[in-house]
């Protein structure tokens, strides 16, 4: 069964501490993963997705295909990172729907 | 705001009541999704149209639950006789087919709420 694993439902770490949120994910084939980010009282937007292999907002993340894993990653935490952060997958072809994970809050404290 | 609306942003209904809300995806995008987000879950899954077609429906979607998308533009989601495990959180992406591009670009979502 295709599904997303976010281990923790809310993390807090102090301003200028490393982040990580956790993904795992389960399918059969080579998905395409994603990290989608809502701040507060706003639509979810994407963050990253493990093709572009880019960093934004100083955010990174790798796919690790042995360990079925896709961790959300940042060197050092800001404030306005504070927000829901959702793990995606999305099958490469057809209908190319989500698959979400449960989401993790990220709280930054000062 | 150019991205993707919908409306409603909430509504209160009583059970029993049919309730529809509407989506106007980004105008060039011809995938439309819908998906349902209860209280501390992701967004789950319901259906998608490429253009008008309505070519996938989740088992979440009963047959209380109607989606439609005439001419291939906005997107219209109906819930009849409305029970109180309806509440939610109602949400609607759209993407663009091209070079692989699978980036759904979400709206602020409808909340429904039963009582």
């Known amino acids: 069964a295709q599904r997303v694993t976010q281990p923790e439902k809310l993390l807090s770490v102090f301003k200028g501490a490393p982040v990580e949120l956790k993904c795992n994910y389960s399918?059969?084939?080579?998905?395409?993963l994603f990290w989608y980010v809502q701040y507060s009282r706003q639509r979810l937007q994407l963050l990253l997705r493990?093709?572009s292999r880019e960093s934004i907002k100083g955010f990174t993340a790798d796919l690790n295909k042995g360990e079925t894993s896709f961790h959300l990653k940042k060197p050092f935490a800001q404030e306005e990172d504070s927000a829901m952060y959702y793990c995606?997958?999305?099958?490469?072809?057809?209908?190319?729907?989500?698959?979400f994970g449960t989401g993790t809050r990220l709280k930054v404290l000062a | 705001d150019t991205g993707v609306s919908q409306d409603p942003r909430h509504k209160i209904t009583k059970r029993g009541q049919n309730v529809t809300f509407r989506c106007d995806p980004i105008?060039?995008?011809?995938?439309l999704y819908w998906y349902r987000q209860t209280l501390g879950q992701g967004p789950e899954f319901l259906t998608y149209?490429?253009?008008?077609?309505?070519?996938?429906k989740s088992r979440l979607l009963s047959d209380r639950f109607s989606a439609e998308r005439p001419k291939g533009s906005f997107s219209t989601l109906e819930i009849q006789r409305t029970e109180q495990g309806d509440s939610a959180m109602y949400l609607c992406?759209?993407?663009?087919?091209?070079?692989?591009?699978?980036?759904?670009?979400f709206g602020q979502g409808t909340r429904l709420t039963v009582v």
């Open positions: 992406a759209s993407s663009f087919l091209g070079m692989g591009n699978t980036e759904a670009f």
């Open positions: 399918y059969s084939g080579s998905p395409e």
């Open positions: 493990h093709i």
């Open positions: 995606a997958l999305s099958t490469p072809s057809g209908t190319y729907k989500y698959i």
């Open positions: 105008s060039e995008h011809n995938r």
């Open positions: 149209f490429q253009n008008e077609a309505q070519l996938e």
